[in-house]
Structure formats: structure tokens, C-alpha cells
């Protein structure tokens, strides 16, 4: 296994975990950041308002982009198994 391929593997994993877990983190900083805005306005300061709706939210996401993420998690794998062969042989 030459150090290019050794990389490549990494960064396409890399890439794959971070595209995999951005919708869960974009919708949990969005449901975060109404909830805080709301709390300024109306001049709540409880911290454990943040949590129930960041969860609903983030599962919710979960629900809705599972389809993809399996997609996308299976077609990685079919990728690095099917270089197997290529990388082994050099």
C-alpha cells in the first residue's frame, strides 16, 4: 500500500463521516440558536429549555436524512472493498 492510497482512504473516510453527521450538527445548531433567541426575547435563562427540542430535532433529522446516510455508508464500503484487490497488489 503506497502512502497515496494510505491518504486517500483517510480523507474519503474523513469526508464520509463529515458529510454524515452534518445534518444532525446544522439541525442542532439551528433548533439551538431559535431556542436561544427566543429565550433573549422573552428573558427566559433556563439552560435545560435548549435540550428536549434539540433532541426532537436532531432525532427527527435522523429519521428524515436515514435513507441517505445508509446510502452513502453502503456505497463507501462497496467502494473500499472492491479496491481491495488493487491496493493489496501493489
Do not use: H
Amino acid at each position: 500500500m503506497n502512502p497515496t492510497d494510505a491518504v486517500e482512504l483517510v480523507r474519503t473516510a474523513v469526508l464520509n463521516a463529515m458529510l454524515i453527521g452534518a445534518p444532525l450538527l446544522v439541525m442542532g445548531m439551528l433548533v439551538g440558536l431559535v431556542i436561544s433567541l427566543l429565550q433573549a426575547v422573552t428573558q427566559i435563562q433556563d439552560q435545560t429549555l435548549n435540550a428536549v427540542p434539540k433532541i426532537i430535532a436532531m432525532v427527527l433529522a435522523l429519521v428524515f436524512c436515514l435513507p441517505w446516510i445508509a446510502d452513502r455508508m453502503i456505497e463507501y464500503t462497496r467502494k473500499t472493498y472492491t479496491e481491495i484487490p488493487q491496493v493489496v497488489s501493489k
